[in-house]
């Protein structure tokens, strides 16, 4: 009993946390999109996704023409995409989407001659849910670059957990949150989506029925799902109890044996930051992987100004040395574990709509730590000799971008 009580130690509020739950990790893009295309082609009531960057491109009209179809067997679909993530696709792309029958609306979409909170405030969330079910969460967007090469996109390291029971219904209000707060294709502008469809999808799913963890599956079995206590963590800022920010610096404050930690925009606030160091002090292994190639250039300047300290103070750092690494992944002690969408950054926090699953499971946790030491035989560890002498206009360079982190 001690044992499976472990992991409230772990746990910023237990008595949040859903029970009977059942968790897998997704380590790539080829498990993760094998599974979303099964799961959205198996759906028989409803489709919910929200997703920060829905292309139109391979990847996109890959879900598009999958959409379609199951909207012509009865299904329904909503879709949410960010106005900033998705900019560059094409607007007739989602109008002919909805004109199939799709509810779909864009969270606060860019206007010109609003203020600068209007552009950086996004939803950065990645989420698929079918039919109450399943539901996926994570960092891979629906785009060329998320897809795997196996489908002809570009394969960007990333990784993604699916669950079912409890926990879906969590999500599915979430995801019922931004959208009532999101404009539907086809209102006028400035209008949100206001009320909500009735009777909503969410309501009518059963979150104690649960599909087979071998595949997706039509059929079904009755009863709690699984025994993995999880905590879906969504809200940005400092006072939430759902803080994102706040699980990850209970459980760092906690931890005993090791922190692992892989993230693709590391920029930690100072809370997060000196809590990982006096972590490193009391003797916990704490490792953490970043990526050598990125999308964001000036983010990984930017993280190199914090690097002689962190690595002074013993924390371990690494740079993933294969694609760009997308990921956004922590396991504590095989205690603790979060995947999710959030980047440990000023934006993530102060910003963006975010959505984590945080996993209080052994054997959970087990798989998340054997991915990151896996991880780390494509990883160089960074010396400090190494941080200190980089040439003086590189560390005045990143010191600057670290100035302005707010604004990465």
Not at 116 to 138: E, F, P, Q, S, T
Not at 183 to 211: D, H, M, S, V
């Amino acid at each position: 009993m001690e044992e499976e009580n472990n992991w409230q130690k772990y746990c910023f509020r237990p008595e949040g946390a859903l029970s009977g739950n059942r968790v897998r990790l997704l380590k790539n893009s080829d498990e993760a999109f094998g599974e979303m295309i099964a799961a959205v082609k198996a759906a028989k009531e409803y489709v919910l996704l929200e997703f920060y960057a829905f292309s139109d491109d391979v990847a996109g009209r890959l879900f598009s023409a999958l959409l379609k179809e199951k909207l012509r067997q009865g299904v329904e679909v909503y879709l949410i995409r960010d106005a900033v993530g998705s900019i560059l696709a094409d607007h007739n792309f989602f109008s002919d989407l909805a004109a199939a029958g799709a509810g779909v609306a864009e969270y606060r979409p860019v206007v010109l001659w609003k203020p600068y909170w209007n552009w950086i405030k996004r939803d950065h969330r990645k989420i698929l849910c079918v039919d109450g079910l399943a539901a996926y969460v994570g960092g891979f967007n629906i785009t060329e670059s998320d897809l795997p090469l196996s489908l002809g996109g570009r394969g960007w390291k990333d990784a993604q957990a699916r669950v079912e029971g409890p926990a879906v219904a969590e999500i599915e209000k979430l995801f019922w949150e931004s959208w009532s707060s999101s404009r539907i294709e086809g209102a006028c502008p400035g209008e949100t989506a206001g009320k909500l469809p009735q009777p909503l999808p969410a309501i009518r799913g059963n979150p104690t029925t649960c599909l087979h963890t071998q595949g997706v599956s039509s059929d079904t079995q009755a009863g709690v799902c699984g025994n993995v206590p999880v905590s879906i963590v969504s809200a940005s800022g400092i006072r939430n109890f759902r803080s994102i920010r706040r699980s990850y610096r209970y459980a760092i404050d906690i931890a005993k044996n090791y922190i692992y930690i892989t993230n693709a925009y590391f920029l930690p606030d100072r809370l997060i930051y000196r809590r990982l160091i006096r972590a490193s002090r009391r003797g916990v292994d704490v490792r953490i992987i970043t990526p050598l190639k990125t999308d964001h250039p000036y983010v990984r300047w930017a993280s190199w100004a914090q690097y002689a300290h962190l690595l002074k103070n013993g924390v371990r750092l690494y740079e993933w040395q294969g694609g760009i690494l997308h990921s956004k992944t922590a396991v504590i002690d095989g205690q603790w574990s979060s995947v999710g969408s959030h980047n440990l950054d000023h934006r993530s926090l102060h910003y963006n709509l975010e959505l984590n699953i945080n996993v209080f499971n052994r054997q959970f946790g087990g798989e998340v730590r054997r991915l990151f030491i896996e991880d780390l035989k494509g990883s160089r560890e960074l010396t400090l000799s190494e941080v200190r002498a980089r040439p003086l206009l590189s560390k005045a360079g990143s010191k600057l971008l670290y100035l302005f982190r707010s604004w990465l």
